[in-house]
């Protein structure tokens, strides 16, 4: 199993960013999926996760309004599309998924990718 992020990178506040996550050896849309984030000194948090059923998408208050997830089941990508970003969202960004819910997907994802830089910078 693997999932592999890209589309991290340096933008100035109030820019953009989508971030990609390929997964490979498993078929997303069987599993809660999801990205995570983490800033210099502070503990890693749940961003924004999408299950494989019907439930709504879970948004982190502080990106709410901000950021979308989705995901193309024909490439078996997911996607975070940061729209208005602040340097609060400095972190490097990781995709993670579990076989279950986005329950247990927050409370400690199953398989994790190896994370993208994201810098916004002023």
């Known amino acids: 199993v693997q999932l592999v992020e890209s589309g991290g990178g340096l933008v100035p506040i109030g820019g953009s960013l989508r971030l990609s996550c390929v997964a490979s050896e498993f078929t997303l849309d069987d599993y809660a999926i999801g990205w995570f984030r983490q800033a210099p000194g502070k503990e890693r948090e749940g961003v924004s996760c999408?299950?494989?059923?019907?439930?709504?998408?879970f948004y982190a208050e502080s990106v709410k309004d901000r950021f979308t997830i989705s995901r193309d089941v024909a490439k078996n990508t997911v996607y975070l599309e940061m729209n208005d970003l602040k340097p609060e969202d400095t972190a490097v960004y990781y995709c993670?998924?579990?076989?279950?819910?986005?329950?247990?997907?927050?409370?400690?994802?199953?398989?994790w990718g190896q994370g993208t830089q994201v810098t916004v910078s002023s």
């Open positions: 999408i299950s494989s059923g019907d439930d709504s998408p």
């Open positions: 993670a998924a579990d076989p279950f819910s986005i329950t247990t997907l927050l409370a400690g994802p199953t398989y």
